[in-house]
């Protein structure tokens, strides 16, 4: 009942996906996100070291947001790996 309240009351801010096509319709872009680690973990069963799952989370990190600010995911990390910051390559045109 408190959940229809409050649909109720933020009914707007709620259907906006309807009127605002670049607004998703769900909130799981995060689950997305951690998706292909449990996909990865599957098919090898698991990560060997500690230090291999958190480069394998950073590395999913970074292509994420790479494509979430519509940056060309290859080349952007060819500059990254040459040394450039991740806010130069993002605030880049």
């Given at each position: 009942l408190a959940f229809v309240r409050r649909l109720q009351k933020?009914?707007?801010e709620a259907l906006r996906f309807l009127r605002e096509v670049h607004?998703?319709?769900d909130n799981?872009?995060?689950e997305r996100d951690l998706r292909m680690d449990k996909v990865k973990e599957n098919i090898s069963g698991t990560f060997r070291e500690e230090t291999f799952a958190q480069?394998?989370?950073i590395a999913r990190s970074i292509v994420s947001t790479l494509t979430k600010?519509?940056?060309n995911v290859w080349d952007s990390l060819c500059l990254l790996l040459a040394g450039e910051?991740?806010?130069r390559v993002l605030s880049a045109t």
């Open positions: 933020r009914k707007e607004v998703p319709f799981n872009q995060a480069s394998f989370c600010h519509e940056k910051t991740i806010d």
